[in-house]
């Protein structure tokens, strides 16, 4: 699908951002001018390192989400507060939070097994 081209500061239609989601991150939604995500844990270690892991993410992007932040679940918003509105740079956070939380090793192929099974060792509810 091709996109209107939109240079990173300029904003999205809410039509044009309900349609990326659906195509690009179809667990993200659109809500009060944010683009959303919620992510559950299997508790408050899993929520930290999962925290972390966004804060990293955001830092090395230097685009930083707001994040509801609660014992077994992390809500991710994204705007672009400087062009009042989601902008190419949500995206693209929102599509690397995604690849890094949701990765499953042991569903590759690969020396990385993944996290086991066993209920102590899990970590994020996978969709």
Known sequence: MSWRVVLDEQTYTNDEIES?????????YLENGWIRRKYKTSGWKSTLMLVTTVGHLAEAAFHHPDM???YAFVIVKLTNHAAKGITNKDFELA???EDVIMWQPGKEDGALEGTPKESQF???KYD
């Open 20 to 28: 990326r989601l659906k195509t690009e991150l179809p667990h993200w």
């Open 95 to 97: 599509k690397k939070i």
């Open 122 to 124: 899990k970590y994020i």
């Open 68 to 70: 509801v932040v609660s």
